[in-house]
């Protein structure tokens, strides 16, 4: 079965330090993982993709096979950062998407 | 153009009504998506049309009927709907590969409520 697990619903931080916002997937096939975030009254939209290896924003993230994970990162909060962040699985236009985390920056 | 656009913005209708929401894209995307979000949920994936022909439909109620009448244009036809539809309503666009998955752009959405 295809699932995306996010098990924190919020994650709160201190301006400045490090952030770690976790994801796992259950997929058969060979899927890409996606990091969505939505901002406040903005659309959601991509932060980055597995196959990209890009720094967005100052967030990484690295596909983890073995432990089915794709975990995002970021060595310095900023305020800006404070979003609903949603981990997704997808494959041949099929996008699923994880329960999501807020990240809330504290100042 | 990068956007995808829906119209209206936000909808009030009765069970009883029959309305539709529309969403346009003009990025030469051949697969365009309806997702339902509830409040503080993640969206859900209710159609997927690739190259103009329905390729998903997730077990949706027929009260809702999506159409797509050419590749930028993607309908959504709502009748009889019921109280618990309330939501936003998302379209999204992508290129269509047969193997990987591929970024989906995202519309503003349609906020949907049923009384």
Same mark, same amino acid.
């Given at each position: 079965? /295809? *699932?995306v697990t996010q098990p924190e619903k919020l994650l709160s931080v201190f301006k400045? %330090?490090?952030?770690?916002? +976790?994801?796992n997937y259950s997929y058969s096939g060979s899927p890409e993982l996606f990091w969505y975030v939505q901002y406040s009254r903005q659309r959601l939209q991509l932060l980055l993709r597995h196959?990209? *290896?890009?720094?967005? +924003?100052?967030?990484t993230a690295d596909l983890n096979k073995g432990e089915t994970s794709?975990?995002?990162? +970021?060595?310095? %909060?900023q305020e800006e950062d404070s979003a609903m962040?949603?981990? %997704?699985v997808g494959s041949a236009s099929k996008i699923i998407f994880g329960s999501g985390t807020r990240l809330s920056i504290r100042p | 153009d990068t956007e995808v656009? /829906?119209?209206? +913005?936000h909808l009030v209708m009765g069970m009883t009504n029959k309305k539709s929401l529309k969403c346009e894209q003009h990025m030469g995307h051949r697969a365009m998506y309806w997702y339902k979000q509830k409040a503080k949920k993640p969206p859900e994936l209710m159609f997927v049309y690739s190259y103009e022909k329905l390729s998903i439909n997730e077990s949706v109620p027929s009260r809702f009927s999506p159409e797509c009448p050419n590749s930028s244009l993607l309908n959504l036809h709502l009748h009889a709907l019921q109280p618990e539809d309330s %939501?936003?309503?998302l379209c999204a666009s992508s290129q269509v590969f047969a193997d990987r998955g591929t970024e989906a752009f995202f519309g503003q959405g349609t906020r949907l409520t049923v009384v």
């Open positions: 079965a /295809q *699932r400045g %330090a490090p952030v770690e916002l +976790k994801c196959i990209s *290896r890009e720094s967005i +924003k100052g967030f794709f975990h995002l990162k +970021k060595p310095f %909060a962040y949603y981990c %997704a | 656009t /829906q119209t209206p +913005k %939501a936003l309503y």
